[in-house]
């Protein structure tokens, strides 16, 4: 009898372990799509952040190094804090772009990655001020990429490898690197839950209509909050279901693997977050299992039927392709001892990594870590060591758990020392409390100024940093009129306008209320307060 039961449980934990695998399971090509949009995605995000390279990272525009230093962890790891000049930052910035080349081709893959990684977390040190959960998602998911398979197919590696590469991948770093998208979706499903504007639909009109972050459809969708309502509670319904990404498997993901990918794409086109839904997009490739690439290689085939493609010459642009990384040195060590050590470092990484999640799961809702008093606790060795590598979790609340319900634009009162009152920050214009463009997304020249702004915002009214002194102490030193007045001092205005469900898209019927973010004087006096005229 208790062999019989044996015999049972074993089959049964055999039987949990191959599902399990299943679950996780991700294709190979998968992983090499997934590799060459992280970098693509690095590569994109060098182009947008050089527009204002001398603004925000050169160390001679708002943000110097000082300032960045004081708002990172002590001991944050920045590659970029060695660069003195703006010429050795461009030039930092010109190699990460030459390692995120070498990440999209697969050469030296692991390496590669891992370098990327590090200048991913380094650029975003160098200047935290404009950052968002893009960012955040983004480093994440290149942390959990260092541990994947990445060469396997498609890449020069898997050229120099020499052999059939692997269908597919099904190790536990599988788990956590689909797991970080399910957690982000589920967490922030969870803050969305405790507020009534999520669960009744209205958060979505509301946010488009804050004509501060929305543009090109936006002003279209918004005419429609009715449609806009049901959308949100697809979505609010679809986060909440987000893990059945993970347990349902091969064609039965495709509906939900699509409804994401719409709404990310509708995120796109409305909203301006930056590149969070390419982020998302990136991550959204690992859950396409093997049933995926059968069925497209079946379609890609009735396609070719249908228009008379010939499906040769594809396979000699691979050949060519092929024979071209062929050529590419392979730089291995070819030592026995070497290559036999390889997959125990990867298992020794993986076992460190799975002990510290487990560990600090388990100092976080236990006591255990005050047993010893004025000891530094393991979960607070690793929460330090994720910080210094800016792979630690946020809440996730986007948008949430209560959504911004207004809009807000800035106007910057700066007193000349002829006597005359401009708005620096709106291009010189006549200082006044009427909106400086009809879209508010506009004052901003690209979308990180947004962030940034909101880092000044939260600088002057909360005091948590010092980038309200270093903006203002920018335009006083820039700043000159058309007869070569320079500035006394000036007065950081914010303008408020609360969005309710009849005002949407009406920012006219819209209540607003003005309030001062900061005040500085040019020459170091104690500045006086330029008020806004009332109208």
């Given amino acids: 009898m208790s062999r ?26 998968s992983l090499a799509v997934f590799r060459i949009a992280l970098g693509l995605l690095v590569l994109a995000d060098l182009a947008l952040r050089s527009r204002s390279f001398a603004f925000f990272y050169s ?24 660069a003195s000049s703006p010429t050795q930052i461009a030039a930092l910035m010109v190699l990460q772009a030459l390692f995120a080349l070498q990440l999209i081709v697969g050469y030296k893959t692991r390496l590669a990655t891992i370098i990327s990684f590090l200048f991913v977390v380094s650029l975003d040190y160098h200047n935290p001020l404009v950052l968002s959960y893009a960012d955040t998602l983004f480093r994440l998911l290149f942390f959990w990429a260092i541990f994947l398979p990445l060469g396997e197919r498609w890449s020069v590696d898997a050229v120099h490898a020499d052999r059939e590469p692997r269908g597919s991948f099904a190790g536990i770093i599988a ?17 969305k839950s405790q507020d009534s504007l999520w669960t009744s639909g209205e958060a979505t009109p509301l946010i488009m209509g804050l004509d501060d972050m929305t543009f090109l459809l936006a002003e279209y969708v918004r005419e429609y909050p009715a449609l806009l309502e049901y959308g949100g509670l697809l979505w609010y319904y679809m986060l909440m279901l987000s893990p059945l990404l993970i347990i349902l498997i091969g064609r039965q993901r495709y509906p939900l693997i699509l ?41 890609t085939r009735w396609v070719s039927t249908r228009a008379e493609f010939d499906p040769p010459s594809l396979s000699r642009q691979t050949e060519r392709l092929e024979r071209l990384a062929a050529r590419v040195p392979r730089l291995r060590i070819d030592e026995a001892r070497v290559q036999a050590a390889k997959p125990h470092l990867y298992n020794v990484g993986v076992g460190v990594i799975v002990c510290s999640l487990l560990i600090f799961t388990l100092f976080t809702y236990l ?18 060591s994720a910080s210094a590598l800016n792979i630690d ?19 910057f009162a700066a007193e000349t020392t002829g006597g005359d009152y401009v708005d620096v920050y709106n291009d010189g214009r006549e200082v006044t409390r009427e ?5 508010l997304q506009k004052q901003y020249s690209t979308y990180r100024e947004r962030f940034y702004m909101n880092s000044v915002r939260r600088g002057g009214l909360h005091d948590r940093n010092d980038a309200p002194s270093h903006l203002a102490a920018h335009y006083c030193e820039t700043w000159e009129g058309n007869d070569g ?40 006096d104690e500045p006086e307060t330029i008020d806004l005229p009332y109208e």
């Fill in 367 to 384: 006591p255990a870590g005050n047993v010893v008093a004025d000891a530094v606790s393991p979960d607070e060795r690793i929460e330090d």
């Fill in 59 to 82: 160390g001679e525009g708002v943000v110097p190094h000082e300032l960045a230093v004081d708002m990172v962890p002590e001991n944050a790891v920045s590659i970029y804090y060695y």
């Fill in 393 to 411: 979790q946020p809440e996730w609340s986007v948008f949430a758990p209560t959504p911004r319900t207004s809009d807000h634009y800035f106007v």
């Fill in 485 to 524: 007045e320079e500035l006394e001092q000036l007065t950081m205005h914010r303008i408020v306008e609360s969005i309710t469900m009849d005002t949407i898209s009406d920012p006219d019927a819209r209540d607003s209320r003005s309030g001062n973010v900061y005040e500085y004087h040019c020459h170091g």
């Fill in 435 to 439: 909106r400086p463009y009809d879209q």
């Fill in 175 to 191: 788990f956590f690197a689909m797991g970080q998208m399910v957690y982000m979706y589920f967490l922030n499903w969870y803050h």
């Fill in 259 to 299: 409804l994401f990918v719409g709404g990310h794409a509708m995120f796109a086109l409305t909203v301006r977050i930056g590149a969070f839904p390419y982020v998302a997009f990136a991550g959204l490739i690992l859950f396409l299992q093997p049933q995926f690439w059968r069925d497209a290689t079946t379609l």
């Fill in 4 to 29: 019989e039961l044996s015999q049972q449980a074993r089959a049964i934990g055999e039987r949990v372990q191959t599902n399990f695998r299943d679950c996780i399971r991700i294709d190979t090509r």
